[in-house]
Every structure is written in structure tokens, then in C-alpha cells.
């Protein structure tokens, strides 16, 4: 059977036009992405946002503005969903208090699903290192934007 997998994910800029990517590995799959993740059934995009922040960084979020929703088919990697992403640029209420890698897959732990946090410049952000389709969409539309 088919569906959708409506995803949510927040662009996260700091004053040195640097955006924050996780990257993952889920048993045995490592991927670079923006943070964020799946809808739960019952929930809006911005609650949901706002839930995957706490979950993933620790950190409550402000909702700024929409940046992007997937516009073409992409399957999932992991299922046979079709998945539909939001992107919105966001804020953090507070200063992030998590440990920042510069290298990626820089994981501290040993596991089936691991997590680790980077700063990386719009301008050099690599768009081959960002693992999914749609995300590699985003990471183009940023480097558009703030490349001056």
C-alpha cells in the first residue's frame, strides 16, 4: 500500500550565515540532512516543527517564515511512502546547547540510530553532501539566496 509521508524540517541560520545539518545513522544508513523529521497523526506542521526541535536539539523554536514544499515526486529511501517535506526557516529561543562536529558522521556514540550536529557555511555547503533528493533542493534555493 501506498501513502504519504508528510515531513517537517527547520532551516536553522546563525549570524554567520552558517545553517545547522544533522547528520544521522539509522541502523547502518548514514544520510545528511536538515533537522526535523515526520509528522504524528493529529499534529500541524508548526507543533510538529516545534516537537522534532525539543526531540532531536534539545531546543525550543520560533516559526519564522515558509521556505519550501516539495514540488515533484520522491520516494522514500526507507519505505514505500511518498514523501512530502516542509521547510521553514526557524529560530532558536535560546542558545543551542549541543556539541557542534565539523566533520560529518563525527558521532559520539555507538548504536543503531546516532545523531550528530554541524555548522556549515551556505556558500560551501556541498550539496553532494546532503543525502536526500528534496533536501539537496533546499540546500540549493539557500545557497541562492545568501550567496551575495
Known amino acids: 500500500m501506498s501513502y504519504f509521508n508528510v515531513r517537517v524540517y527547520g532551516l536553522l541560520i546563525n549570524e554567520n550565515n ?3 545539518v544533522s547528520d544521522e545513522e539509522e541502523y547502518g544508513i548514514r544520510f545528511s540532512k536538515f533537522p526535523g523529521g515526520g509528522l504524528e497523526f493529529g499534529e ?3 507543533d510538529g516543527l ?3 526541535f525539543m526531540e532531536e ?3 525550543e523554536i520560533e516559526v519564522l517564515s515558509h521556505f519550501y514544499t516539495t514540488d515533484f515526486f520522491e520516494k522514500s529511501s526507507f519505505n514505500d511512502s511518498q514523501v512530502i517535506s516542509v521547510y521553514y526557516m526557524v529560530k532558536e529561543k535560546a ?3 549541543l556539541a557542534f ?4 558522521y563525527d558521532f559520539d556514540s555507538e548504536g543503531e540510530i546516532l545523531q550528530a550536529f554541524r555548522w556549515v557555511a551556505i556558500k560551501k555547503l ?3 553532501e546532503i543525502t536526500f533528493r528534496t533536501d539537496q533542493t533546499v540546500a540549493q ?3 541562492d539566496q545568501y550567496s551575495g
Not at 101 to 104: D, H
Open 101 to 104: 562536529k565539523t566533520k560529518i
Open 126 to 128: 556541498s550539496i553532494n
Open 141 to 143: 534555493l539557500l545557497k
Open 95 to 97: 542558545p543551542l546547547q
Open 18 to 20: 552558517e545553517v545547522l
Open 50 to 52: 516545534k516537537r522534532e
Open 57 to 59: 536539539c534539545n531546543a
Open 44 to 46: 500541524g506542521l508548526i
